[in-house]
């Protein structure tokens, strides 16, 4: 599943077209505001009337090709400012602009202040993506369900899904985005996408389970005391994450 693919809101197939109209020299919008509200991309679509109507999946995949043909960075680059939640959409129709006047070196030109804002700030979603590839913690339900719940900086889900996918094969699994109550729940007849209080229906399971104990058992027989670097552990295992971690949960 690419990240293009979430149903969440308008997802990134309006970001998409956006860009496409940058790169072509239309008006873009240097402020996604007012057409996604206070919510941003991930609000929930509440139905009103839009300014634009929704595109369909054809425009959107037209749209995606071209953008990767012109450059498979910007492409990467639109995925992750959808996720990220610092608001970069408008350095990336910048970006966009500028490239399709110059070509698409400029963007790496990294003397432009608003070049460098930008990959710094994709860099940070690319950057918790990976941690939490590594350190999302699943438990298994009663219902045969293995869930993680996460309190990621970004909206990071859809990137973090193939991962998993990759890893647990047929077996269920959520992924449950407690901050901004969504959840991406892989099933064998495939992904389903939640909100709400049905995503937070798919936490874990309120008591501790087997395999939680006997890895906490395993953990504390492992473990070398004498080899404890806090300030490394730290840089790879930021604080913020500790709460789910089964091995540093009291």
Not at 3 to 21: M, V, Y
Not at 78 to 100: K, P, V, Y
Not at 127 to 143: Q, V
Request: glycine fraction near 10%; aromatic fraction near 8%.
């Amino acid at each position: 599943m690419r990240a293009d693919s979430c149903s969440w809101g308008r997802g990134p197939g309006a970001l998409i077209l956006r860009l496409r109209s940058a790169l072509q020299g239309g008006a873009g919008s240097p402020s996604l505001s007012s057409d996604w509200g206070d919510g941003g991309l991930f609000a929930p679509n509440t139905g009103a009337a839009s300014a634009e109507p929704d595109p369909d999946e054809a425009e959107i995949e037209e749209a995606i090709a071209q953008v990767r043909a012109f450059s498979e960075e910007l492409y990467d680059l639109c995925l992750l400012s959808w996720m990220s939640s610092e608001g970069l959409e408008g350095l990336l129709l910048d970006a966009a602009r500028e490239a399709g006047r110059s070509g698409p070196a400029i963007l790496f030109d990294y003397s432009k202040e608003r070049i460098r804002l930008l990959w710094r700030g994709c860099a940070r979603v690319e950057r918790e993506i990976h941690r939490l590839a590594g350190l999302a913690r699943f438990d298994l339900r009663r219902d045969g369900i293995y869930s993680a719940p996460l309190e990621p900086d970004h909206s990071i889900l859809p990137a973090l899904a193939p991962h998993f996918l990759g890893r647990f094969g047929g077996l269920s699994f959520a992924l449950v985005d407690c901050r901004r109550r969504l959840c991406i729940l892989s099933l064998p007849e495939g992904l389903r996408f939640l909100e709400g209080d049905d995503a937070l229906r798919l936490l874990p399971d309120a008591e501790s389970s087997d395999a939680e104990r006997l890895w906490r058992r395993y953990f504390a027989a492992t473990e070398n005391p004498q080899r404890r670097n806090p300030g490394l552990q730290r840089r790879f295992m930021p604080e913020r994450y500790w709460k789910y971690l089964v091995e540093l949960r009291i």
